[in-house]
Every structure is written in C-alpha cells, then in structure tokens.
C-alpha cells in the first residue's frame, strides 16, 4: 500500500470555503468510488463525513461535500465556521478489502 | 444508542502482545455490520489495522498482517485485536469502530479510543 497525500493544512475565514484534496493512485482512490473522510477534534474519535466520495451520513450539513476525479479525491467546507477547525482525513479502499488513510489535514479557521 | 468501548492494558514491554477488547451495546454483533480497528500514534495520522466479520471474515493491513489476529466473540458482544512482538513504533491510540450494514469501506460509529504505550 502507498500513501495517500494530501495537505498538512489549509486555512479559511468564517463564511469562506476551504477545499482539501487526497492525491492516491489507480490502485486505491481511483480504483473505485470507496473514498470516504472523516473529522476529528483534538482528543476526539474521528467522526464520518463523507462516504462513496459525495454522500453524507444522516446530520452532517450539507455545507460538507466531496467529489473525485481521476486519482484525486476532495472535500470542500463552504461557509467555514469556528467548531470546523479540526483535522480531516481521507481514506480509501485500497483492494481486496482493504483501507489505507492519508495522513491528514489540519483546517485552521482564522 | 449503539455504543463502542475498548479496553487494553495501557502499557506494554517491547516484544510483548498487545490484547485489547472492544465491547460492543446498543446493536447485535452479529448483525450486517463489520468490525475494525484504527490506531493513531501520538500527533500522527490513522492506519487501519484489520476488519472482521461475526462469521469469521477478516481482512488485514498488508504491513501488519503478520502480527495481528482479529476475532469476535459473540456470546460476549465484543470484539478483540491481539498484535505481536510490540515496539515503540505501536505506541497509539487504538479505536474501535463500526461499518454499516450497507458496507466495508468506512466506519460510521468510533469508540473513544485507547492509549497504549510501549515502554520497558
């Protein structure tokens, strides 16, 4: 399994939109629509936001959304607001059952 | 509601096996959902470890699968990860989590994780 990459950190005023993109490969993030992201506080569990690249679970605002092209999957937050500052990961089917995350990106809300 | 709880020792000696539990509440183990574990050292990114299924279906991390074995316990609504010959580098925090009904590739509920600490 190789890494999946992605920013260390982005940054967005309150009301802006942020977008962080997970770069993989034909072996996992473009193998197939299993990308999923989740955001985590400090010292919290990870929380799912998106899963099958673009769909939210029940309660998450549809401020959060998520699409895939090619090898590259991303997350984009519109209207940023102060409780978003968090870390978020991607993470991918990898084959044959398998997972691999990246390795984060922390969103500073300025 | 459905509640996930992992429980472990806190601190394992090096070459030691690590054993931790995660009990599960709220929804039946053997229903359609999968079981995982993610692990996350101290100020670092998550890594999958492995997945299992009531039935005996698992599904490993290719550079762990040597050293972890997966496995539930029905009659106990709980799940375990055992992962061998331990070093520094295991150092985490361990969370358990659960798939939906619908599939394998994401964890929809998370427990609150576990800290585990290898040191002599």
């Known amino acids: 399994q190789s890494a999946l990459t992605q920013p260390r950190s982005v940054s967005g005023s309150p009301g802006q939109s942020v977008t962080i993109s997970c770069t993989g490969t034909s072996s996992d993030v473009g193998r197939d629509d299993y990308v999923s992201w989740y955001q985590q506080h400090p010292g919290k569990a990870p929380k799912l936001l998106i899963y099958d690249v673009s769909e939210r679970p029940s309660g998450v605002p549809d401020r959060f959304s998520g699409s895939k092209s090619g090898n590259t999957a991303s997350l984009t937050i519109s209207g940023l607001q102060p409780d978003d500052e968090a870390d978020y990961y991607c993470c991918s089917h990898a084959g044959a059952y398998t997972l691999i995350f990246d390795g984060g990106t922390k969103v500073t809300v300025l | 509601q459905v509640q996930l709880q992992e429980s472990g020792p806190g601190l394992v000696r090096p070459s030691e096996t690590l054993s931790l539990t995660c009990g599960v509440s709220g929804i039946s183990i053997t229903g359609g959902s999968y079981w995982g574990w993610i692990r996350q050292p101290p100020g670092k990114g998550l890594e999958w470890i492995a997945t299992v299924y009531h039935s005996g279906g698992t599904y490993y991390n290719p550079s762990l699968r040597s050293r972890i074995t997966i496995s539930v316990d029905t009659s106990k609504s709980q799940f375990s990860l055992k992962l061998t010959s331990m070093t520094a580098a295991d150092t985490a925090v361990y969370y358990c989590?659960?798939?939906?009904?619908?599939?394998?590739?994401?964890?929809?509920?998370w427990g609150q994780g576990t800290m585990v600490t290898v040191s002599s």
């Open positions: 989590a659960k798939t939906p009904d619908t599939s394998i590739f994401l964890f929809d509920l």
